[in-house]
Nanobody, 124 residues
Framework: VQLVESGGGLVQPGGSLRLSCVAS????????MAWIRQAPGAGLEWITG????????WYADSVKGRFTISRDNAKNMLYLQMNSLKPEDTAVYYC??????????????????WGQGTQVTVSS
């Protein structure tokens, strides 16, 4: 199983980025998915997740109204549209997969597979 993130980079405050995560070696529709980030010197933060079909979506308060998670199971892809970026959004962003049939988990230990991460830096 492999999850590979892309789309990170340097962006000015107020700007946008779209992250992508391609999954291989698993059937993505069997998994709830999430984006998790780690800011410099901080712990891991679950920021958003959605269930296997994408109809049940949750956001952390820190990103609600600015970030949008989506998935395309046919393409084995997960996305994160990030708008109105702030310096405090600077972090390594990871996609993660949780094998489950119902709902979305915000518990990091429940995620079975993780990508290697992509760096997002928000700075002027």
């Amino acid at each position: 199983v492999q999850l590979v993130e892309s789309g990170g980079g340097l962006v000015q405050p107020g700007g946008s980025l779209r992250l992508s995560c391609v999954a291989s070696g698993l059937v993505l529709s069997d998994y709830a998915m999430a984006w998790i980030r780690q800011a410099p010197g901080a712990g891991l933060e679950w920021i958003t997740g959605l269930n296997d079909r994408g109809g049940d979506i949750w956001y952390a308060d820190s990103v609600k109204g600015r970030f949008t998670i989506s998935r395309d199971n046919a393409k084995n892809m997960l996305y994160l549209q990030m708008n109105s970026l702030k310096p405090e959004d600077t972090a390594v962003y990871y996609c993660a997969a949780n094998f489950r049939r119902v709902g979305v988990s915000a518990l990091l230990y429940e995620y079975d597979y993780w990508g290697q991460g992509t760096q997002v830096t928000v700075s002027s």
